[in-house]
C-alpha cells in the first residue's frame, strides 16, 4: 500500500528567508512524487514532479523539490519566502510499479509567512 | 484552453437523496480521477478513469460511482446522501496521471442537510 506523510500541520517562517516543507512517502515499488498548493479560494496548482532522473526538482514560483530514497523525503524547498506564498500544500505520491492508478495525497502542510 | 470545469459549483441536497457531479476534462486529457477533500481528512482519493474504464476506487461505500463518457467527461453520483458526505469534491485530468501532474477544477461543494 502507497502512503504518503507530511508531518507539520503548519510551517511559519519569515519573508526573506528559506522555507522547507517536509513530505515522506511508502511506496512498495518507485515512486512518483508530486507536490500542489492551495491558495485561499483557489483551485488545486501543480507545482512540480519527480518521475526519475535528476534527485533536484525545479518547479512553478521558485520552489524545487529535493528526492531522498534512502529517507523516502520529497521535501519541498525554496530559497528566499515571499508572503504570497503562504497557502496550503500537499505532497502527493503514486506507485510507478504496482500499476495502482491512484495518486494519495498526504495531509497537507499550511504555510504561513510573514512579513 | 479552458480548463477543468466541474458543475454544479453548490449544491444543498437532504439526507437520504441522490446527487450527480459533473466533471469536463481539459480537451485531450483521458485521465479523469475524483477526490473528497474534508477539513478533518484532508483529499481522499474516490476513483480514477482513463478512457471509459475505471483503473481504481478508494475505500468508499459503494454508495459512491461514477463513470466516463467517450469524450472524457465524467460524472460520479452519491446515492443515499449522509451528513458525512458533506465537502468538496474534486475532479482532477490528465494527459497520463502517472507521468503527469494533475489540473484541478474547483470543486462543488455538497452540503448534505
Known amino acids: 500500500a502507497q502512503s504518503v506523510a507530511q508531518p507539520e500541520d503548519q510551517v511559519n517562517v519569515a519573508e526573506g528567508n528559506p522555507l522547507t516543507v517536509k513530505c515522506t512517502y511508502s511506496?512498495?515499488?518507485?515512486?512518483?512524487l508530486f507536490w500542489y498548493v492551495q491558495y485561499p479560494n483557489r483551485g488545486l496548482q501543480f507545482l512540480l514532479k519527480y518521475i526519475t532522473g535528476d534527485n533536484l526538482v525545479k518547479g512553478s514560483y521558485g520552489f524545487e523539490a529535493e528526492f531522498n530514497k534512502s529517507q523516502t523525503s520529497f521535501h519541498l524547498k525554496k530559497p528566499s519566502a515571499l508572503v504570497s506564498d503562504s497557502a496550503l500544500y500537499f505532497c502527493?505520491?503514486?506507485?510507478?510499479?504496482?500499476?495502482?492508478?491512484?495518486?494519495?495525497f498526504g495531509a497537507g502542510t499550511r504555510l504561513f509567512v510573514k512579513a | 484552453k479552458a480548463g477543468v470545469t466541474q458543475t454544479p459549483r453548490y449544491l444543498i441536497k437532504t439526507r437520504g437523496q441522490q446527487v450527480t457531479l459533473s466533471c469536463s476534462p481539459i480537451?485531450?486529457?483521458?485521465?479523469v480521477s475524483w477526490y473528497q477533500q474534508t477539513p478533518g481528512q484532508g483529499l481522499q482519493f474516490l476513483f480514477e478513469?482513463?478512457?471509459?474504464?475505471?483503473?481504481n476506487k478508494g475505500n468508499f461505500p459503494g454508495r459512491f460511482s461514477g463513470r466516463q463518457f467517450s469524450n472524457s467527461r465524467s460524472e460520479m453520483n452519491v446515492s443515499t446522501l449522509e451528513l458525512g458526505d458533506s465537502a468538496l469534491y474534486l475532479c482532477?485530468?490528465?494527459?497520463?496521471?502517472?507521468?503527469?501532474?494533475?489540473?484541478f477544477g474547483s470543486g462543488t461543494r455538497l452540503t448534505v442537510v
Open positions: 478513469y482513463f478512457s471509459e474504464t475505471q483503473r
Open positions: 480537451s485531450g486529457h483521458r485521465s
Open positions: 511506496v512498495s515499488g518507485n515512486p512518483y
Open positions: 482532477a485530468s490528465s494527459l497520463d496521471s502517472a507521468n503527469y501532474g494533475y489540473t
Open positions: 502527493a505520491v503514486r506507485d510507478a510499479n504496482t500499476g495502482g492508478f491512484k495518486t494519495i
